[in-house]
C-alpha cells in the first residue's frame, strides 16, 4: 500500500501532462524564462566566486578573523560567516550548496550545519529591489521595506538558533582575534588544496554551472506542476476548502493566491499583489511569501542537504518563523517610507520588460549588497584587531 500511495502522485502528474500538453510547454517555457532572466545572472557569477574563494582558502581565513563575532552571536565557527554573506548577497538556494560544502568537508559539525541551514536562505537583492519592488509593485522606495523585513528576520532566525541543540562545551571558550593564525590558516588550505589556478578555475565553473541548471530544472518542473494544479481544478478544490474552513474570512481569491505562495515565490509575489489591494497587506503578505520561499526552494534545499547528515526539519523550522516574524517587521519600516499618494498595482514595469535589463539589475544589487558584506566584515575584523586581547 505505501508503495502505491508513493507512485501514485507521479503517476498523476504524468496523466496530467498528457492530458494538457500544450499548458505543459507554455509553463516550461515561463519558468525557463524565469531561471534565465532572474536565477542564472544572479547566481551563477556567485558560485563560481564562492567556488574560487573556498578554493583559495579565503574561507578559512575569514574563519578566523570572524571566529570572535561568530561564536558568542550564533554559535557557529568563523567559516560560516561566508555562507551568510554569499546566503545574502545571492539568494536561494547557494547557502544549502555552501553548507553541504563544508559540512562534506567537516568543516561544520552536523548540528552547526543545521543552524546554518535555518537562516541562511533568502531571495536575491535583485529579486526582492527589481523584480517586486520596482516592477511588480511599480515602487522602487518600498525594495528597503522588502529587503529589510526579510534580512531581519532572517537575521532573528540565526540567533534564535544559536540556541538549538546548544552544549556548553561546544566550540570553546578562546575567541581570539589573531591575524597572523588567519594567514597560517590561509595559507594551510592553499597547501591542502594543491590545485593550480587553470584547474580551480575550471572545476569552479563546471560545478557552478551544474549546480545552477540543476536549479532551473526544479524551476521548470514546479511551473509546469502549479499550472497542472491549476487547470485541472486542484487549486481551486484546495481553495475553496480554505475558504470553509475560514468561514469566508478569507475569499477564494486570496486562498488561491496563498495556495500559489505555498509552491513558488515568484508566482505568490506576483497573485498577491493582485488579490490583496490594500498596500499594508500587500507588503505583509510579500515579506512574508518570501520569507517561506515555497516548496520548489524546499525541493531545491533538500536535494544538496540529502548528501549531508544536516536534517532538514531545522531549515523548515526556520523558514516557518521568518515566514511568521518578516510580515511584522514590514509593518514597523513602513512607518519610516513615505509612500506614494497612488497606489499602483500590477504589472511589470518596463525596465523589467527586457531580459538583459533584469540581468543587468539583478547583478547591479547583487554585487552592491556582496561589497556591503565584505566591507561591514572588514570594519568587524579592524574592531576586533584594536580591542584588548582576552
Not at 524564462?33 to 556567485?46: E, M, N, Q, R, S
Not at 568563523?78 to 539568494?91: D, I, L, N, Q, R
Not at 537575521?155 to 588567519?182: C, D, P
Request: aromatic residues 12%; glycine residues 8%.
Amino acid at each position: 500500500m505505501a508503495i502505491a500511495i508513493r507512485v501514485l502522485p507521479f503517476f498523476l502528474l504524468a496523466l496530467g501532462m498528457f492530458l494538457y500538453p500544450q499548458d505543459v510547454v507554455s509553463s516550461a517555457a515561463t519558468g525557463l524564462a524565469l531561471w534565465w532572466k532572474y536565477v542564472l545572472p544572479a547566481l551563477l557569477p556567485f558560485f563560481i566566486l564562492s567556488e574560487l574563494l573556498m578554493g583559495a582558502g579565503f574561507v578559512h581565513f575569514l574563519g578566523v578573523l570572524l571566529e570572535p563575532l561568530m561564536r558568542p552571536v550564533f554559535h557557529l565557527p568563523g567559516k560560516a560567516s561566508f555562507v551568510v554573506a554569499m546566503g545574502y548577497t545571492s539568494g536561494i538556494p547557494i547557502g544549502a550548496v555552501l553548507t553541504t560544502k563544508l559540512r562534506q568537508q567537516n568543516q561544520l559539525s552536523q548540528v552547526e550545519g543545521e543552524r546554518l541551514l535555518a537562516f541562511t536562505s533568502n531571495p536575491s537583492p535583485g529579486f526582492m529591489f527589481g523584480a517586486v519592488a520596482s516592477g511588480m509593485l511599480g515602487k522602487p522606495e518600498l525594495g528597503i521595506v522588502l529587503a529589510g523585513s526579510v534580512y531581519l528576520s532572517n537575521l532573528i532566525v540565526g540567533i534564535v538558533f544559536r540556541f538549538y541543540r546548544y552544549q556548553a562545551t561546544e566550540g570553546g571558550s578562546n575567541y581570539s582575534f589573531s591575524f597572523q593564525r588567519a594567514w597560517q590558516e590561509l595559507s594551510r588550505a592553499q597547501n591542502e588544496d594543491g590545485r593550480p589556478f587553470g584547474q580551480l578555475l575550471g572545476d569552479a565553473v563546471r560545478q557552478s554551472v551544474n549546480t545552477v541548471l540543476l536549479i532551473g530544472g526544479f524551476i521548470t518542473f514546479f511551473s509546469v506542476l502549479i499550472n497542472i494544479l491549476n487547470i485541472s481544478g486542484i487549486t481551486s478544490l484546495l481553495a475553496y476548502i480554505l475558504n470553509s474552513l475560514t468561514r469566508g474570512l478569507l475569499t477564494l481569491q486570496m486562498t488561491t493566491s496563498l495556495l500559489n505562495a505555498l509552491f513558488e515565490t515568484t508566482l505568490g509575489c506576483r497573485t498577491s499583489i493582485q488579490t490583496f489591494l490594500d498596500l499594508h497587506i500587500q507588503i505583509a503578505v510579500l515579506s512574508a511569501v518570501m520569507g517561506w520561499g515555497g516548496l520548489s526552494v524546499f525541493a531545491q534545499v533538500a536535494s544538496f542537504t540529502s548528501v549531508t547528515d544536516c536534517r532538514f526539519s531545522a531549515f523548515f523550522i526556520g523558514r516557518v518563523l521568518q515566514t511568521l516574524l518578516a510580515p511584522i517587521l514590514s509593518q514597523f519600516l513602513l512607518h519610516f517610507i513615505n509612500l506614494p499618494a497612488a497606489a499602483s498595482i500590477p504589472g511589470l514595469s518596463h525596465m523589467m520588460s527586457s531580459s538583459i535589463t533584469a540581468s543587468l539589475l539583478t547583478w547591479r544589487y547583487s554585487v552592491w549588497v556582496f561589497c556591503g558584506f565584505m566591507m561591514l566584515f572588514l570594519g568587524i575584523i579592524l574592531w576586533f584587531r584594536f580591542q584588548p586581547q582576552r
